[in-house]
């Protein structure tokens, strides 16, 4: 009987009622084809990995994150709700000791998904490792996160929710934005005034092979880490780096996954993209699987491996390796750059014009935050979009400070006569959401 090192939790959550269209890439296959991998490898046969079920989130889980326009109903199936608990389940597992690991491999995924909602873009409508971190934040007290984005995709949802979060490090490990969608997570990205440097983006060349990704891991990735401290790592465990995904132009491979996955070791994986859906995940999750465990993963390979043909050139390699010694040199100089680049301002402005591309919805946003030096300030969102939806949120959060509420609850007063179909107050604090 082999025996897993590190009791290890697995939700599986296909959605079989939830597609885009039957065709398209993000749809249930991209699961069935991996449990019908790890019921024929036996990984439930090994002593300590075991299948959890998952549960659904509330409507209050999704608004500690989110201002969904019109409303959480419109944004969301019932497979959204499950894939988003199938992520918590494991993170309550995790911090009760149920078990040391957890992997959710749920769909549909979550990462593009930002604080604010009118629909679907990049495959996600609600951000389910950021609706399973706040839940855990609420309920556990969990304060410092780490969320490592290995997505080949930029994480450009998880990005906004935390880009004004100090208590949270963001690092997204992606195809250069130049040619991959969605055409973000530059080095030059790096938080809101009050959390300048805690996000962390390390935008690769496309053709990088395993020796760069697991360089960056070794030489980027674990120096910020130790540097931070978190409490809890979760990794956005997307998988379409493959060499035979579709959609995109790196060369990782299924052995690579699993050791970036022991490098990287972290407490909870959230499956996000990936679309070989026969020739890479199986074998990928299966790999991901068993290094979380802790069990010998140096038997699998999937079909179509060829080291040299997927071998990265040595021009990637001298492009890997600049990419990643500036990112450590930013983060290094983080406080430094803020103290430079956010001055004596009292509060910022960020304008934006997001795309819906799935849902085809174009979005005008703007916020504002507070300043401050004592707690991570207050947040305005006016976002309005073609749909006819104008919304105004407001975002108080955990440990406002005195004059950073009565900032919020004067903007909230204020918007009162304003144009806005929909007033949202969000207090972290309290742990109340107010509607008008």
């Given at each position: 009987m082999i025996k897993a090192d590190r009791k290890t939790g697995l939700v599986f959550f296909p959605a079989f009622d939830w597609a885009i269209d039957p065709t398209h890439p993000e749809r249930e296959e991209r699961l069935l084809y991996t449990q019908d991998q790890v019921l024929e490898e036996g990984l439930f046969d090994i002593e300590g990995i075991t299948e959890l079920k998952p549960s659904l989130v509330t409507h209050e889980d999704i608004r500690r994150?989110?201002?969904?326009?019109?409303?959480?109903?419109?944004?969301?199936?019932?497979?959204?709700?499950?894939?988003?608990?199938?992520?918590?389940?494991?993170?309550?597992a995790v911090m009760s000791g149920a078990v040391e690991k957890g992997f959710a491999l749920v769909r549909p995924p979550g990462h593009h998904a930002m604080r604010v909602v009118h629909g679907n873009r990049g495959f996600c409508n609600i951000n389910?490792?950021?609706?399973?971190?706040?839940?855990?934040?609420?309920?556990?007290?969990?304060?410092?996160?780490?969320?490592?984005d290995t997505d080949c995709h930029h994480g450009d949802g998880t990005q906004d929710?935390?880009?004004?979060?100090?208590?949270?490090?963001?690092?997204?490990?992606h195809q250069d934005g130049r040619t991959l969608y969605p055409g973000t997570g530059f080095m030059e990205e790096l938080g809101g005034p009050n959390a300048l440097g805690t996000t962390v983006n390390i935008p690769l060349p496309p053709l990088t092979s395993d020796a760069g990704y697991l360089w960056i891991i070794e030489n980027v990735v674990m120096p910020i880490l130790a540097d931070f401290e978190p409490e809890l790592v979760v990794n956005s465990a997307g998988q379409d780096n493959h060499f035979s995904d579709p959609l995109t132009n790196m060369n990782f491979s299924a052995q690579g996954y699993a050791a970036l996955t022991t490098m990287l070791n972290p407490d909870i994986a959230v499956l996000e993209g990936g679309y070989s859906i026969e020739g890479a995940l199986p074998y990928v999750n299966t790999g991901i699987i068993l290094a979380l465990a802790g069990v010998d993963y140096s038997g699998i390979q999937e079909p179509g491996f060829d080291a040299a043909r997927i071998a990265e050139p040595s021009h990637v390699s001298a492009e890997v390796r600049k990419v990643g010694r500036a990112v450590l040199a930013t983060w290094r100089n983080r406080e430094a750059l803020r103290a430079k680049l956010v001055g004596n301002h009292t509060s910022v402005r960020r304008r934006r014009n997001i795309v819906y591309d799935t849902d085809m919805i174009y979005e005008m946003q703007i916020d504002e935050v507070t300043v401050c030096s004592k707690c991570q300030g207050a947040l305005k969102v006016d976002s309005s979009c073609d749909t006819g939806a104008h919304l105004l949120g407001v975002h108080i959060p955990r440990g406002v400070c005195p004059a950073c509420r009565a900032k919020a609850e004067a903007w909230f007063d204020a918007a009162k006569s304003g144009p806005y179909t929909l007033r949202t107050l969000k207090d972290l604090d309290t742990g109340t959401f107010f509607d008008a």
């Open positions: 994150v989110h201002f969904c326009a019109p409303d959480i109903e419109s944004v969301t199936t019932e497979s959204h709700l499950i894939s988003a608990g199938g992520a918590v389940t494991v993170g309550e389910i490792e950021a609706i399973m971190i706040e839940n855990l934040r609420a309920k556990h007290g969990v304060r410092r996160v780490a969320i490592v929710i935390y880009w004004h979060d100090p208590d949270t490090l963001f690092i997204s490990i």
